[in-house]
C-alpha cells in the first residue's frame, strides 16, 4: 500500500523528506518483529516507549517511523501528535475497515463479560452464524482458537484480528472491552453496533483515579457509538437498568437503548424466578413477547447475564426462539460456578470471582441451595487493587462458614504482605494457609455431606503466578486430585 493512502485517515502530519512513493508492506508497534518495508509506529507504553526501539526498528528492515516526538535521525519520518490513535487509523486503512463488515458486539462491566460474550456466541451459532469472540480465556475465530495476552488486544492486532475474520468468513463478532482498553484507545477503529454495560463494582482502582474514572472509561464504549443514525446500520445499547450507573451510561450515547432488570422497570425483565442447585428458571419479558426459561446456568447473576445476552441478540434479529432454545441447552463457562465432580457428597465448585460483588454474588448464590456449612478458599492477585483486599475477606466472612484465605497470583508481591492486607482487620474463625493446594485441600477435607466449596479467584485460569514466574496450576485439576485422594481414604 502506498504511504499516501495509508495515511488518509490523518489529516494533519510532518514529514523530514518526501515521503508519498513509499510502499509500505505492514504496519507493527513491536521492533522486534518489524518486517521488511513495514511502517514502525512507536507508542508510548506504561513500561517502554517505542521511540527507544526506533534504530532496532530501521535494522529490522522499516521502512518509514511514525513518531509523536522529534526525532533527529536520516531517515523517514512522519511525525503526528497522538501515535496511539495514528497507530488505530492506519491499522484500520490498512486493513481496509474490517469491522464495516462484521457485525460487532462490545461488553463491558466488571462481572458478566466473558460469560455473556459465551452465551452470545451460542445463541449466534445456533442461528447458523459464523462468528468469532475475543475475551479474557482466548480468541476464536469461526472455530479456531486463538491465546490473547490482554482481556482487549491493542488497535493493531484487533485489525489484524478481525482482518483474519473477514477472511474466513465471520459475519458476527462479540468481544469483551476492558476499562483499560478503552481509557488507552485500543479499541479506537472498531465500528461497534451494539454495546452491552453489565455493571460497575470496585476493581481497578490501581489503574483508574476512582470509581467516577472506571465509570468514566466504560462510557466511552457506549459514546464512540456515534453520534449519527444510519438505517442500514443501526446501533443499539443493551444498559442493566437496575444498576445505580445506568442513568449515566444511557445518558452517554445517543443510540437507542435497551434496559433489562429485575428491580426496577426495564424493557426486558425476568419473573418468577426459581434457583436451585441445578441451575434456574424465569420468565423472560421482551418487547418481542415472553418466553419461560429452564436453564442449567446457577444464580441470580446467571439471570442477569442471560437478559443482558436477550438484549444483544434481539436488536441483532435473532428470534426469541433461539435466545430460549440456546440459553436451556447452555454449556456454561469454563471458571464460572464451574462444578468439579468426583462422586463426593458435597459440592465444590471453581469460580473466577475476584472482586468484592462478584465474591458476594456467587456466596449467595450457594447459601440459596447449601444444606450444609460454606467454604470459600480466597486470595487477592499481586500488583492490583489493594483497596479491594479488606472487601473480600469481608464477604468471605459474612458468607461463609469457613473462610480460608491464600495466595491468588501474587506476581511480584510478598504473598504475606497480600495476606495481612486481606485479613489484619478481621475478627473471628478464619485460616490463612498462603499454599493455596494446601488451602483447598484443607476446605475439601473438613467437608461433609450436603456442604459447598467454593474456589474462589482464579476460574479458568491455569497457572499461579508467583514473584513473576508462572507455575502450571489449576484450581479444577487441583480440587479433582484431591477429591480422589479424599474419596479414597474415606471409603
Known amino acids: 500500500m502506498k504511504l499516501n493512502k495509508l495515511l488518509e485517515l490523518i489529516p494533519f502530519y510532518k514529514t523530514n523528506q518526501h515521503v508519498d512513493d513509499i ?19 512507536c507508542i508510548i507504553g506504561s513500561e517502554s516507549d517505542g521511540h527507544d526501539f526506533v534504530n532496532s526498528a530501521i535494522d529490522q528492515g522499516a521502512a518509514l517511523i ?11 519520518v512522519i511525525t503526528v501528535n497522538d501515535t496511539t490513535k495514528a497507530l488505530a487509523m492506519i491499522s484500520s486503512t490498512f486493513y481496509n475497515y474490517p469491522t464495516e463488515k462484521i457485525h460487532t458486539i462490545g461488553v463491558t462491566g466488571t462481572n458478566g463479560k466473558t460469560t ?3 452465551l452470545l456466541d451460542e445463541i449466534f451459532t445456533l442461528e447458523q452464524h459464523i462468528t468469532a469472540t475475543i475475551g479474557t480465556i482466548q480468541m476464536n475465530i469461526a472455530g479456531r482458537s486463538y491465546p490473547v495476552k490482554n482481556t482487549t488486544p491493542d488497535a493493531l492486532s ?9 477472511e474466513y468468513g465471520v459475519d458476527t463478532a462479540i468481544m469483551e472491552v476492558s476499562s483499560h482498553a478503552l481509557d488507552q484507545g485500543r479499541v ?3 465500528d461497534f453496533d451494539v454495546a452491552v454495560f453489565t455493571n460497575l463494582t ?4 490501581d489503574y483508574h483515579e476512582s470509581m467516577g474514572d472506571y465509570l468514566r472509561a466504560k462510557s466511552l464504549l457506549f459514546a464512540q457509538l ?7 446500520r443501526e446501533k443499539f445499547a443493551i444498559i442493566n437498568g437496575d444498576s445505580p450507573v445506568a442513568g449515566k451510561l444511557i445518558r452517554a450515547t445517543s443510540q437507542p437503548v435497551l434496559t433489562y432488570g429485575i428491580n426496577k422497570p426495564a424493557d426486558i425483565m425476568a419473573r418468577e424466578i426459581r434457583l436451585h442447585e441445578k441451575g434456574s428458571s424465569f420468565v423472560l419479558s421482551t418487547p418481542k413477547g415472553e418466553v419461560t426459561i429452564e436453564s442449567p446456568l446457577m444464580g441470580l447473576f446467571s439471570v442477569y447475564n442471560m437478559m443482558a445476552s436477550a438484549g444483544a441478540a434481539l436488536v441483532s434479529g435473532i428470534d426469541l426462539s433461539v435466545i430460549q432454545k440456546s440459553f436451556e441447552h447452555t454449556k456454561g463457562v469454563r471458571g464460572r460456578f464451574e462444578p468439579v465432580l468426583e462422586g463426593q457428597p458435597f459440592g465444590v465448585v471453581v469460580d473466577y470471582a475476584h472482586t468484592p460483588d462478584s465474591l458476594e454474588n456467587v456466596l449467595k448464590t450457594m447459601s440459596e441451595f447449601c444444606k450444609g456449612e460454606i467454604r470459600v478458599v480466597v486470595g487477592c492477585g499481586g500488583d492490583r487493587d489493594r483497596k479491594k483486599r479488606p472487601l473480600m475477606a469481608d464477604v468471605a466472612m459474612k458468607y461463609a462458614d ?7 497470583n501474587p506476581r511480584t508481591e510478598d504473598p504475606t504482605v497480600i495476606l495481612n492486607d486481606m485479613t489484619a482487620h478481621l475478627n473471628g474463625n478464619f485460616v490463612i494457609e498462603e499454599d493455596r493446594k494446601s488451602a483447598i485441600d484443607l476446605a475439601i477435607s473438613n467437608s461433609e455431606e450436603g456442604d459447598m466449596v467454593l474456589i474462589a479467584g482464579k476460574g479458568h485460569e491455569t497457572y499461579q503466578e508467583i514473584n513473576g514466574v508462572r507455575y502450571e496450576f489449576d484450581d479444577c485439576e487441583v480440587a479433582r486430585n484431591i477429591l480422589s485422594k479424599v474419596k479414597g481414604s474415606r471409603t
Open 402 to 408: 469457613q473462610s480460608i484465605f491464600t495466595s491468588d
Open 23 to 41: 510502499e509500505i508492506t505492514g504496519v507493527s508497534m513491536d521492533s522486534r518483529s518489524v518486517g521488511l518495508g513495514e511502517a514502525f509506529v
Open 202 to 205: 470496585q476493581d481497578h482502582l
Open 188 to 190: 479506537y477503529g472498531c
Open 226 to 232: 456515534g453520534n449519527g443514525y444510519n438505517l442500514k
Open 66 to 76: 511514525i513518531a509523536e516526538k522529534e526525532l533527529a535521525i536520516d531517515f523517514p
Open 158 to 166: 484487533l485489525q489484524q484480528s478481525f482482518q483474519q475474520m473477514v
Open 116 to 118: 455473556i460474550t459465551y
